[in-house]
Structures are given as structure tokens and as C-alpha cells.
């Protein structure tokens, strides 16, 4: 006996799932990308830009006040110099303000930085290492974290004390260079002790800075290490001398 077996179609329709609604479930939401100063790349970029202005105004600033040891007037024209940039074209001191204010952005948007990277870092290693960091890399990171408050404090008070002259003894209308040379006198020892602390922190926070830059980067690679390690040194060490020469000149008298 011969049974006949009728065959179907090769592929069946398939019906695709229902919702309570009777409609297809809706297509997934794509994610939204997130811009630029969101993403840690954004942001390293931030303290990177941000790093490179403050360094420029550091060096400009250690060679201005290096024209103390060419006398009161050297130093008073200077200034006036720094306030009538660009003058007529431009009101008495507009320039000098935009940069100043430049430079607070700067130092704001580097702090910003700084600290949304390391909050973002600790997320993302909510476990920490069982083997403890070396004491050089908790050093640094100290240095930079409690280093850069200190001089952000430190910044209030030099403007407080030298530009606006507020707490200097010669008073907000002496020439520059009488607030300097007030400033720095003998008494105020304890002011100069402060600024001897601020400025070594300036050469940390600088040497470690242009290593953390090469770094991201990705420039240490064999022998550029040596010289990149070299190069901050020797950089900072500048800025450190440069800064400190001329208070330490008033306090001991080679300077008046």
C-alpha cells in the first residue's frame, strides 16, 4: 500500500511577536553620542590647552619681575607698559584685564578637568589594586591635586597683596615696584616664606605636568624619556629660580 505525503512550502511565513497593543515592539533607541568635553579624550585635551596657558604666563610673568633688578623705574615702566597695551585703540588697561581673566578661565577649566578625569578614573576602577602604587606615583599625585589648590589660594593672595595692594603696606596707590620691594621687606618674613612654598609647588606641579602631557601623548617611548625627564627639570628649575630671585634679593637687602 502506497501512502502520498504532500509537502509544503520550503520556508513558512513567520509571524513576528505581538505586543499587549497588537504592534511590533519599536526598533531599539540609538544612543546618543556625547560631545567632545564629555568624553576623557575632550577633557585631557582641556588640561593640556588649558596647562600650555598658564605655562606661558608663568614664564612671561618670572621675566617681568626680573626687571626689579634693574631699578624702580625699569619695573614701573613695565607695568604701565602691561596697562596701556594696544592704547588708544583701546581703553587704559582693557588688555591687561582679558588676559587676566583669561587666565582665571584657564586655571578654572584645568581644575574642572583635573578633577571630572580622576572622579571619572575611580568609577571606572571601583575595586582597588590589591598591590599598592609606588610611593613616586602617590607622590606626584598628591603634588598635583594639593599642589594646585595651594596655588589657586596662593593666586588670591598675591593679587590681593602686589596688584590690588590690599594687605601690602604701601597701599594700592604706590608705584609697582614700592608694593614689591614693601612686600618683601625683612618684617614680612612669613610673607616670603609663603611665597618660597607657592613657587616650589609651581616648579612640581610644572615638572610633573609637562611628563603627565608627553605621556598622554605618547611620546615616551626609549630615549625620549631621558630627554623629556631632563627637559621638565631643567624647565621647572627656570621658573623656580626666576621667581625666587627677586624676593629673596629684597629680603636680603641686594635689591632696595
Request: proline residues 5%.
Amino acid at each position: 500500500m502506497t501512502a502520498t505525503i504532500e509537502r509544503g512550502a520550503a520556508t513558512a511565513p513567520v509571524s513576528t511577536p505581538k505586543t499587549g497593543t497588537g504592534k511590533a515592539p519599536a526598533p531599539p533607541t540609538p544612543k546618543k553620542s556625547r560631545g567632545f568635553l564629555s568624553s576623557s579624550n575632550g577633557r585631557k585635551v582641556v588640561m593640556a590647552v588649558t596647562g600650555a596657558v598658564m605655562v606661558s604666563f608663568v614664564v612671561l610673568h618670572m621675566l617681568g619681575n626680573l626687571k626689579i633688578f634693574f631699578g624702580r623705574d625699569s619695573f614701573n615702566e613695565y607695568a604701565h607698559w602691561l596697562r596701556t597695551l594696544l592704547e588708544p585703540f583701546v581703553p587704559y588697561r582693557t588688555v591687561l584685564t582679558l588676559l587676566e581673566v583669561g587666565l582665571v578661565l584657564a586655571v578654572v577649566l584645568h581644575m574642572w578637568a583635573a578633577i571630572t578625569l580622576t572622579r571619572r578614573a575611580r568609577k571606572a576602577r571601583p575595586v582597588k589594586y590589591v598591590a599598592k602604587k609606588s610611593q613616586a606615583t602617590g607622590y606626584a599625585t598628591h603634588i598635583m591635586r594639593w599642589g594646585g589648590v595651594t596655588i589657586a589660594l596662593y593666586i588670591v593672595w598675591h593679587l590681593l597683596d602686589l596688584t590690588f595692594g590690599v594687605v601690602n603696606p604701601a597701599g594700592f596707590h604706590s608705584t609697582p615696584a614700592d608694593r614689591m620691594i614693601e612686600g618683601f621687606q625683612p618684617g614680612r618674613w612669613w610673607v616670603t616664606a609663603i611665597y618660597v612654598i607657592a613657587v616650589l609647588l609651581v616648579g612640581l606641579h610644572l615638572r610633573h605636568g609637562i611628563w603627565s602631557s608627553f605621556q598622554t601623548l605618547g611620546w615616551l617611548k626609549g630615549e625620549r624619556r631621558r630627554v623629556v625627564r631632563l627637559g621638565a627639570l631643567l624647565v621647572s628649575a627656570v621658573v623656580v629660580l626666576g621667581f625666587l630671585a627677586p624676593p629673596l634679593a629684597i629680603m636680603f637687602g641686594v635689591v632696595k
